[in-house]
């Protein structure tokens, strides 16, 4: 017997229920004609006689009756289980790696994530802290985050946070006997906290404005780290001076465990932006990532 297509076999299913070739031929969204040569194929492929055709209907013959009863609850399940990995394909699930530093994760990331996960079990992130202009598509990452200036004109960027502020704060014990320096230039008098930069080629120098005058100081200090969290402890400790993102502050300020110096100096610059490359193909799970993180402010 010669091979059978399964197709043919539903086009004879749709028919024998629907007892109609106008009807079968309009679910199928084929012609009528092109529909009744496909039966007359099959039925001599199998030898068999499938339907029987009056003018005014038409119905299965016994050895059709036997095929509608054997093939089409088969079909049936087949046709289920695809719709089945169709919705599976479209549901959000797989590991998304993400490049940030630490403070984006804590301002920008994890709200959202303490959002997404619980209600997504299919979903597993992975980040990785670096405060280093990541290659994502080499290291294999789907996005990074980084505030707004120093991300790639290449890259698809979307905002997930407000404008940022940074300040320059000290312990009250640090200021014990010290002046508190009044522009960005006497800063190079105190003992400063210094955060490395990998891609900025070494120490980051503070960044100021006033009146349009913009001013990059670069300081000094027993400690350097490469990461906000330590520079925040070590300032708490009156170990010098921090220059720090003004929420991660905020708290310290208000109790007086800090004091905040040159607010007047720091203004505000981009916020945190999503980005990925323009080329790249999200997966249900990373649309559904970035439609949580989207900022809408």
């Known amino acids: 017997m010669q091979q059978i297509d399964l197709n043919d076999i539903a086009a ?45 209907s038409v119905s299965p013959t016994e050895a059709g009756e036997r095929l509608l009863r054997a093939a089409g609850p088969r079909l049936d399940e087949i046709g289920a289980e695809l719709n089945a990995l169709s919705a599976l394909r479209e549901k959000p699930s797989g590991t998304i790696r993400i ?23 299919d979903i597993n992130v992975e980040v990785v802290i670096d405060y280093g202009l990541t290659d994502i598509a080499a290291e294999r990452f789907d996005a990074g985050i980084r505030t707004g200036e120093i991300v790639d004109r290449d890259m698809v960027a979307i905002r997930i946070g407000p404008d940022l ?37 070494g120490l980051y120098a503070w960044e100021f404005e006033k009146g349009g005058r913009e001013l990059r ?27 720090l993102p003004a929420d991660t ?22 916020g945190y932006h999503l980005y990925y490359p323009s080329r790249r193909q999200p997966t249900p799970a990373f649309r559904l990532l970035v439609e949580t993180l989207r900022y809408e402010g």
Not at 27 to 38: I, K, P, Y
Not at 100 to 115: E, G, I, M, T
Not at 174 to 194: D, M, S, V
């Open 12 to 56: 004879f299913l749709t028919v024998a229920r629907q007892r109609s070739f106008t009807r079968a031929a309009a679910q199928l969204g084929v012609s009528q004609s092109a529909l009744s040569q496909t039966i007359k194929g099959l039925e001599a492929r199998l030898g068999l006689r499938l339907l029987t055709r009056t003018t005014r």
């Open 217 to 243: 100081v670069r300081v000094e200090g027993q400690l350097v780290f490469n990461a906000t969290a330590p520079m925040l402890h070590a300032a708490l400790a009156g170990l010098g001076l921090a220059y």
């Open 99 to 121: 490049t940030a530093h630490d403070h984006a994760v804590a301002a920008a990331l994890w709200p959202a994530l303490q959002k997404l996960l619980p209600e997504y079990a």
């Open 249 to 270: 502050v905020q708290e310290y300020l208000q109790t007086g465990e800090l004091i905040q110096v040159l607010a007047d100096w720091c203004p505000l610059y981009p």
């Open 165 to 201: 502020r940074s300040a320059v704060v000290g312990a009250p014990g640090y200021f014990a006997g010290r002046a508190k320096p009044l522009t960005p230039q006497e800063l190079t008098a105190h003992r400063c906290i210094n955060l490395r930069l990998p891609t900025r080629g």
